[in-house]
């Protein structure tokens, strides 16, 4: 359904914008661009979302492996609809924020990634996505530090300060190809004052506007 959504607006001319749920809702969006072409991903989180089999014990929380799934590696009712295994191809894949803990695997499948420790030191986000159709921007709002925003599922010291974000995703929105863009995991019950969810409204917009 959500696939469906996003191909509505962007055949609309509108860019998507899709705000809440869990990183499962990345699937949608790039189910809905691989029907229409060969698309990448941007792929901003303080974690890998890679876990998969063999690799991992066990599977079971597509949340946790959603990268893992639109990148082909997971049961067919998820990474195989409509036969179009995988949804985002490995070397169309760029990672940022991750925790430097997390990227190992990344490493060893070859996949671009610059970690939330790096980008904190002034590395720049790296070219990516020539040759494509375009590519979709992912927000795992668990990338910021929990200094900043601890109303996540899985907070984890050593994130990205919320200029670094801004900065890095209006360097990514200004490349051409930009298709669409989404936040997720915030948890406004672990939020009670609002507080939280100011500093992200404040995030969203001085990224889009």
Same mark, same amino acid.
């Given at each position: 359904?959500?696939?469906?959504?996003?191909?509505?607006?962007?055949?609309?001319?509108?860019?998507?914008?899709?705000?809440?749920? %869990?990183?499962?809702?990345?699937?949608?969006? @790039?189910?809905?661009?691989?029907?229409?072409?060969?698309?990448?991903?941007?792929?901003?989180?303080?974690?890998?979302?890679?876990?998969?089999? $063999? &690799?991992?014990?066990?599977?079971? #929380?597509? #949340?946790?492996?959603?990268?893992?799934? @639109?990148?082909?590696?997971? &049961?067919?009712?998820?990474?195989?609809?409509?036969?179009?295994?995988?949804?985002?191809? %490995?070397?169309?894949?760029?990672?940022?924020? /991750?925790?430097?803990?997390?990227?190992? +695997?990344?490493?060893?499948?070859?996949?671009?990634?610059?970690?939330?420790?790096?980008?904190?030191?002034? #590395?720049?986000?790296?070219?990516?996505? &020539?040759?494509?159709?375009?590519?979709?921007?992912?927000?795992?709002?668990?990338?910021?530090?929990?200094?900043? /925003?601890?109303?996540?599922?899985?907070?984890?010291?050593?994130?990205?300060? $919320?200029?670094?974000? /801004?900065?890095? =995703?209006?360097?990514?929105?200004?490349?051409?190809?930009?298709?669409?863009?989404? =936040?997720?995991?915030?948890? $406004?019950?672990?939020?009670? %004052?609002?507080? +939280?969810? &100011?500093?992200?409204? %404040?995030?969203?917009?001085?990224?889009?506007?």
């Amino acid at each position: 359904a959500l696939a469906a959504r996003i191909a509505s607006i962007r055949a609309g001319g509108g860019f998507p914008v899709v705000l809440g749920g %869990d990183c499962s809702i990345s699937l949608g969006a @790039m189910l809905a661009l691989r029907r229409s072409g060969r698309y990448g991903i941007a792929y901003l989180d303080g974690h890998d979302d890679f876990r998969h089999l $063999p &690799a991992a014990e066990h599977v079971g #929380a597509a #949340a946790g492996e959603d990268l893992a799934i @639109m990148t082909g590696r997971g &049961a067919d009712d998820l990474a195989a609809i409509d036969g179009l295994r995988p949804y985002v191809r %490995d070397e169309d894949v760029l990672v940022l924020g /991750v925790r430097s803990a997390e990227s190992a +695997q990344l490493a060893a499948a070859g996949i671009s990634h610059v970690t939330s420790e790096a980008l904190m030191s002034g #590395a720049p986000v790296p070219p990516a996505f &020539a040759g494509l159709d375009g590519f979709w921007v992912h927000v795992d709002i668990d990338v910021l530090d929990p200094a900043h /925003v601890s109303a996540v599922d899985s907070p984890d010291p050593g994130g990205l300060d $919320p200029s670094t974000l /801004v900065s890095v =995703l209006r360097e990514l929105l200004a490349r051409p190809g930009a298709a669409g863009f989404e =936040l997720t995991v915030f948890d $406004p019950d672990l939020d009670p %004052d609002g507080h +939280q969810a &100011a500093l992200v409204a %404040d995030i969203l917009e001085r990224t889009l506007r």
